[in-house]
Each structure stands twice: as structure tokens, then as C-alpha cells.
Nanobody
Framework: QVQLAESGGGLVQAGGSLRLSCAAS????????MGWYRQAPGKQRELVAA??????NYAETVKGRFIISRDNAKPTVHLQMNSLKPEDTAVYYC??????????????WGQGTQVTVTV
């Protein structure tokens, strides 16, 4: 079982910045992918940004504004969110996809952290 410790989030005005961090209780060698998803009220959970191996994926809506970075030693991912918009308001969840047996991966989620952007 992988534990994810999230930090960051909060309330900010439009145009402001926030930084999210997530530390995983496993070694980097067991991780297939790690990143952030978000879920706004009444909407499905969606990918924000994530590492899969050496590849980085961003949602189109955050490209150029959000930057994901990582520290493999811990392992930890950070999400620097700049030029925030009210539509970025959501609960942000850290995700780790871990290699499993028989080619099946296991997904682990953090408890979620609220990001609220006001006009």
C-alpha cells in the first residue's frame, strides 16, 4: 500500500500562484507514473499533469501556466500553478500508478487538497 502525503493548495485570487507537493511512501523504481489530477464540482476527475517514465503530460487547459517537477530520491512531485483562473478551482489529487504483478498496475490516490481561485 502506497501512502501519499499532499501539501499546498488554498485560496488565491485570479492571476496568482500556488504550489502543490506530494510525497510517496515507496521507491521510484516501483512507480510507473506520478502526477496530479483534479475534480471540480459536478465534473469528472481529469488529468492535470503527470510523469510517465521520462514523459511529461499536461492538460491542454494548463499548458504554459502549470509546471510539474519531481524529486526521484523521495519520490516527490511538485505542481507549480501560475496565472490561476477561476476555472482551475477544484480538489486536486495526487496519483501514483505502481507496477504490479502480472502486468497489472495499481493506482493510489491522495486525500485531495482544495484549490479555490476567486475573481
Amino acid at each position: 500500500q502506497v501512502q501519499l502525503a499532499e501539501s499546498g493548495g488554498g485560496l488565491v485570487q485570479a492571476g496568482g500562484s500556488l504550489r502543490l507537493s506530494c510525497a510517496a511512501s515507496t521507491s521510484i523504481e516501483t512507480i510507473k507514473a506520478m502526477g496530479w489530477y483534479r475534480q471540480a464540482p459536478g465534473k469528472q476527475r481529469e488529468l492535470v499533469a503527470a510523469f510517465t517514465g521520462r514523459t511529461t503530460n499536461y492538460a491542454e487547459t494548463v499548458k504554459g501556466r502549470f509546471i510539474i517537477s519531481r524529486d526521484n530520491a523521495k519520490p516527490t512531485v511538485h505542481l507549480q500553478m501560475n496565472s490561476l483562473k477561476p476555472e482551475d478551482t477544484a480538489v486536486y489529487y495526487c496519483n501514483v500508478r505502481q507496477y504490479g504483478s502480472g502486468g497489472v498496475s495499481n493506482d493510489y490516490w491522495g486525500q485531495g487538497t482544495q484549490v479555490t481561485v476567486t475573481v
